[in-house]
């Protein structure tokens, strides 16, 4: 299904974008129409138009690991540098052509390509065409929330009730509760509708990849048991509760002054102070660079000795009939390949 829509969706993204560009005789008027805002109010529009956009970058840094861990070497995700930024700000740019076509054309931007189709239905041939874009943009919907929401999703809850949820289980509740409890209809309704929603979804977000990243370059310096992720009662666990209450704090400083900006982003009859709403303006980059600082210095004070360990353990220094010397097996500090690994044979318990 991956590769149908790999194969089939760019072309009928970029073919959408070029027959309507063709239609208007340009790329419309969005592109020369003069600013309609200046100084301090374009610079505020700027960070929140940013924070809308890292919104959707910001998922990826969260969960991108559901699928980098099934690298096998660590520079097989290096090639996503690069490519993502690139075909995100390529998907944006053809967005921003059509929306403003649409507008010379229709006299109103249409921001998803569902409305370009609609107006294909009064002939036969807009009709089929119609339905052939459709399926293939329904299909590329899918594979997006298959890959960056039902996994991610489901990885997190099996992680939480392994008893209850799989992660066959774990998607299937997800399906519900997007495609239902969230009313994605509303949040897609608009332009503006959707910005709003991506803005605020960076608040919870931004701390997430904060913790992460401090944790594994900062903290930890990359050195985790990796047997112990996955024991409930291994050195992970962080005490009784289970919880990491300086990833607790840190998340629940940083989001608690956003929360006035959020509410006032759902029912904009909800009067915020000035400094309230320029602050949730650039939420992403306060919520991140906050968390890190607050995560790092509470380790840095109330250290959990437990889990910094001098050394990765991967869980195959000891293999069957092999044992691999620990501090030659892997990667150095510097990420370079270290020297093969000694290993001593040892007779086996059973019988050849």
Request: net charge positive.
């Amino acid at each position: 299904m991956f590769w149908v829509k790999t194969i089939l969706l760019p072309p009928v993204a970029i073919g959408m974008t070029v027959w309507v560009a063709v239609k208007a005789g340009g790329n419309g008027t969005f592109f020369s129409r003069p600013a309609s805002v200046h100084g301090s109010e374009r610079a505020w529009l700027w960070l929140s138009s940013m924070t809308s956009i890292t919104g959707g970058y910001s998922t990826l840094a969260v969960n991108i690991p559901d699928f980098s861990r099934f690298s096998k070497d660590p520079t097989a995700q290096y090639w996503q540098m690069p490519v993502i930024p690139f075909f995100k700000t390529m998907v944006a740019l053809m967005g921003i052509v059509s929306a403003s076509a649409a507008q010379q054309i229709w006299g109103k931007a249409y921001w998803t390509p569902l409305q370009i189709i609609d107006t294909w239905m009064d002939t036969p041939g807009g009709r089929a065409a119609a339905f052939f874009c459709a399926s293939i943009w329904l299909l590329g919907q899918l594979s997006v929330n298959i890959s960056a929401n039902a996994v991610s999703f489901a990885n997190d809850v099996t992680t939480l009730a392994p008893k209850y949820f799989n992660v066959r289980r774990g998607s299937i509740l997800v399906a519900f509760i997007g495609g239902w409890a969230l009313c994605p209809w509303i949040i897609v309704a608009s332009g503006k509708a959707f910005l709003n929603f991506m803005s605020a979804y960076a608040i919870f977000m931004a701390p997430m990849a904060g913790i992460l990243f401090t944790d594994y370059w900062l903290v930890k310096h990359r050195k985790y048991d990796v047997p112990a992720l996955y024991d409930p009662r291994g050195i992970y666990r962080y005490g009784r509760y289970g919880t990491n209450w300086r990833a607790f704090v840190a998340v629940f400083a940083t989001i608690i002054p956003l929360l006035p900006g959020l509410a006032n982003k759902v029912n904009p009859d909800i009067k915020l102070a000035e400094g309230l709403q320029h602050l949730f303006t650039f939420n992403w980059l306060y919520g991140f660079f906050l968390s890190i600082f607050l995560y790092y210095f509470c380790n840095l004070f109330f250290p959990h000795r437990q889990t910094l360990i001098s050394h990765v353990v991967t869980g195959f220094e000891c293999l069957e009939g092999i044992e691999v010397e620990r501090e030659e097996h892997g990667y150095t500090n510097d990420g370079k390949v270290a020297p093969e690994p000694k290993v001593s044979q040892h007779s086996s318990s059973r019988d050849d």
